[in-house]
């Protein structure tokens, strides 16, 4: 059976006051993770001074924890039940067979109907990502133009320094830390949030549907265009999605895609982020004028972007000054 391992930082981090945290011994975390994930047979093999802890990071349709039993373990799940769960090692290191085939990788993707075998270190902590397979199922419906036909299963193995795991590191530090992410800051920027990560998985992790989604989808004509563009412009200040814009134009998302790239040079996803843009320029001219106290920051969030350094890059790139020049009104 193949091992990894990540070396120990050392003491465990402590929460922050929005991190909600439990501590416990090793039948306390049993019970504490099954409330939260799904029943499983445990086998304690070493136990460690600290005890274990479980941290709730963020909870929305997609959850964020991380969880330390506080022993060497041995975990056997019969079959995960409708979520995925995506394992990512603050400390420590473990063993992960899925189906009877070992995964040699730290990063690693499990999800339902999956039999799952895990041992981990004594000084393990680490962070899971809950999401549940009706997200999964629904940007896949979306991508593909059709319900899908067959179960849909992913690779186990993250690959290091692919999209996912590039996502997957930069969540590292604010778990790490107990810290509250970027993205739940607004409602907006959370669902932002949920669908850049449910698009970097199905569009970077190999999974059953990886060809299906490679091959070319329709033509895109003018008129469907226009209702995608039309749709972009009348609900800029909404949480929509890729699938959304698709649905609007009555087209595939492949054939979306395509379309937007082959007649106008870009994405559809890059085009609704040029009308929110312009909106959130006209609404700091307005404030300019108007003398009102609302913030860049505010704005910002207001429009769904949640990464201000690269909404200020955007804005500068597209105006040619900072938006705290416009805010100003000069």
């Known amino acids: 059976m193949n091992e990894w391992r990540l070396q120990s930082s050392g003491n465990p981090p402590s929460p922050s006051a929005q991190a909600s945290m439990f501590k416990g011994g090793v039948e306390e975390m049993r019970a504490q993770v099954s409330r939260n994930f799904s029943p499983h047979g445990l086998k304690v093999i070493n136990t460690h001074p600290n005890g274990g802890r479980y941290r709730l990071l963020h909870r929305g349709n997609i959850v964020l924890h991380t969880l330390a039993y506080?022993?060497?373990?041995?975990?056997?799940?019969?079959?995960?039940?409708?979520?995925?769960?995506?394992?990512?090692?603050?400390?420590?290191?473990?063993?992960?067979?899925?189906?009877?085939?070992?995964?040699?990788?730290?990063?690693?993707?499990?999800?339902?109907?999956?039999?799952?075998?895990?041992?981990?270190?004594?000084?393990?902590?680490?962070?899971?990502?809950?999401?549940?397979?009706?997200?999964?199922?629904?940007v896949l419906e979306d991508q593909l133009g059709d319900t899908p036909k067959r179960d849909m299963y992913f690779d186990p193995r993250v690959i290091d320094e692919s999209p996912l795991a590039r996502v997957l590191t930069a969540l590292l530090l604010p778990a790490a830390a107990g810290k509250t992410f970027p993205f739940a800051a607004s409602s907006l920027a959370e669902h932002h949030f949920e669908q850049f990560l449910l698009h970097t998985l199905l569009g970077s992790q190999p999974h059953t549907y990886s060809a299906a989604l490679g091959e070319p989808g329709a033509p895109l004509t003018s008129a469907a265009i226009r209702r995608a563009r039309r749709f972009c412009e009348e609900h800029a200040a909404e949480p929509i999605t890729l699938g959304d814009i698709a649905a609007a134009a009555r087209v595939s998302v492949r054939t979306l895609q395509s379309g937007f790239r082959e007649h106008l040079q870009t994405t559809p996803m890059a085009y609704l982020r040029k009308v929110r843009l312009a909106r959130a320029h006209a609404d700091l001219l307005h404030i300019a004028a108007t003398g009102g106290r609302t913030t860049v920051t505010e704005v910002a969030l207001r429009w769904g972007f949640m990464h201000l350094s690269r909404f200020a890059a955007f804005y500068r790139q597209t105006y040619g000054h900072a938006p705290s020049v416009t805010l100003r009104g000069r």
């Open 70 to 138: 506080g022993a060497e373990i041995r975990v056997e799940i019969p079959e995960l039940p409708d979520f995925y769960n995506i394992h990512v090692p603050l400390t420590g290191g473990g063993r992960l067979t899925v189906g009877g085939h070992d995964v040699a990788a730290p990063l690693t993707i499990i999800g339902p109907r999956q039999r799952i075998d895990m041992n981990w270190s004594v000084d393990h902590d680490i962070m899971i990502i809950q999401i549940p397979a009706v997200l999964v199922d629904r």
